[in-house]
């Protein structure tokens, strides 16, 4: 078992930054894949970006390419979201997850432990 506590959220006007953190606790950190998800109201859960287990590979959504940064600090056991340039549109509930795996993981299904999500809302 692995818990995911998401912190950091909040609201920022549209251009601004916020940075959330991802603590992990259980197994071993470094031994899993992890992702940040987002879900706005009546819309799906989507992958933001996802990272492996070393920190060495990255996936970002075309959607927050150039404006995020997803980071890992195995030894915090602690996984990062950096947002900047902020826009209405990125305002829902942003979700760590985990996955078994070690390479960067895009599919939802692979994902096996999730936090409780943290509010982001942007506005304009």
């Known amino acids: 078992q692995v818990q995911l506590v998401e912190s950091g959220g909040g609201l920022v006007q549209a251009g601004g930054s916020l940075r959330l953190s991802c603590a992990a606790s259980?197994?071993?950190?470094?031994?899993?894949?992890m992702g940040w998800f987002r879900q706005a109201p009546g819309k799906e859960r989507d992958l933001v970006a996802a990272v492996s287990w070393s920190g060495g590979s990255t996936f970002y959504a075309d959607s927050v390419k150039g404006r995020f940064y997803i980071s890992r600090d195995n030894a915090k056991s602690t996984l990062y979201l950096q947002m900047n340039s902020l826009k209405p549109e990125d305002t829902a509930v942003y979700y760590c997850a985990a996955s078994p795996l070690v390479r960067v993981v895009t599919e939802f299904e692979e994902y096996r432990y999730w936090g409780q999500g943290t509010q982001v809302t942007v506005s304009s």
């Open positions: 259980g197994r071993t950190f470094s031994n899993y894949a």
